[in-house]
């Protein structure tokens, strides 16, 4: 694993910190079961997702694969869905917020990690986003 690889994980683990860290406690309101599996589904995905990744850089330089993936039209469809999902993350964000400043939080390390970032949003925010959409009734 290269110097570049080491500080992009780095600077993973810091914003991870962060977004799991710096959460207001909840009140002492028992949390439903569903929502419960919901967060345990998540963060299995979550683990499983970062740990492919860690086994992807691994095997493969990230930058050499990138290099490659851009001379396949695939591989242009795939980076152009990619950051058009991080742009409708981004707007979701926003309605949830309704801040530029958090929305710029989530967003920079979106560009940087791609849906690592937003599954890490759903998991420490579920419960707003329930509520918001009225499943927590």
């Not at 990690?113 to 949003?121: A, E, R, T």
Request: aromatic letters at 18%; charged letters at 10%; a positive charge.
């Amino acid at each position: 694993m290269n110097i570049q690889t080491k500080l992009i994980y780095l600077l993973l683990c810091f914003f991870l910190i962060y977004a799991f860290g710096f959460q207001d406690i909840p009140s002492a309101k028992p949390i439903k079961l569903e929502l419960l599996l919901v967060k345990c589904i998540l963060v299995v995905i979550l683990v499983s997702f970062i740990g492919y990744t860690v086994y992807c850089s691994l095997k493969e330089n990230f930058v050499k694969s990138i290099k490659k993936t851009f001379h396949l039209l695939w591989g242009r469809q795939f980076v152009i869905d990619l950051y058009i999902g991080i742009f409708l993350f981004s707007i979701f964000v926003y309605m949830i917020e309704k801040s530029l400043l958090v929305l710029i939080l989530w967003l920079v390390p979106s560009i940087l990690f791609g849906n690592i970032i937003p599954l890490v949003y759903l998991i420490t925010h579920v419960d707003m986003i329930c509520g918001f959409f009225g499943f927590l009734n």
